[in-house]
């Protein structure tokens, strides 16, 4: 709920604006002076198929207490996938149902283990269709406090670190046309 990646998600507002300190020690990203909100680049009738959705993330168990009865529940137009929702087994359950797109793609009837290498689930940049990226999820690495989940450019999937800069790959549910 308190991540920067989420406000810039769900934001349509100019560089430098889309970002707000959660606590008090949050700082501001790297990219906030150079990047306007994600939805900014969007055409509005686009945008109002859009439709908020209930998101549940499972906290880590370090410093927030993660537990099956706390998770953070959210509600967004733009959202990361968690492991459960890409066919990866996640640590916790309850972050939502597998997504029939991951499901075939896994080509596997069973989540897939964390740690394991599946190509299959890379991502690839829009501007280099070659070129896989290392992809953060929503899921939290529940051991620490600074790990989140990742599928990386050769389909490991692994945790890293929350704070770096890592591409990501948002999903929204759209409701029709109006």
């Known amino acids: 709920r308190d991540s920067a990646l989420r406000q810039y998600l769900n934001s349509d507002a100019a560089a430098g604006a889309w970002w707000n300190p959660q606590h008090n020690y949050d700082r501001p990203p790297d990219q906030l002076a150079t990047k306007a909100g994600f939805l900014s680049g969007f055409d509005e009738d686009f945008l109002s198929l859009i439709k908020p959705t209930k998101v549940v993330t499972a906290l880590n168990t370090v410093s927030d207490g993660g537990s099956t009865d706390n998770p953070d529940i959210t509600y967004d137009k733009f959202f990361l996938p968690s492991l459960e929702e890409m066919h990866c087994a996640p640590q916790i359950s309850g972050e939502g149902e597998v997504w029939d ?13 964390q740690y394991g290498t599946y190509p299959q689930m890379r991502t690839f940049a829009l501007e280099n269709k070659s070129s896989a990226q290392i992809v953060r999820l929503r899921s939290a690495y529940r051991g620490n406090a600074c790990n989140a989940w990742c599928v990386y450019a050769s389909g490991i999937v692994n945790s890293s670190g929350a704070i770096y800069a890592n591409r990501f790959a948002p999903a929204c549910v759209i409701i029709g046309q109006k």
């Open 101 to 113: 797109y991951w499901k075939r793609a896994s080509q596997s009837k069973t989540p897939l283990a």
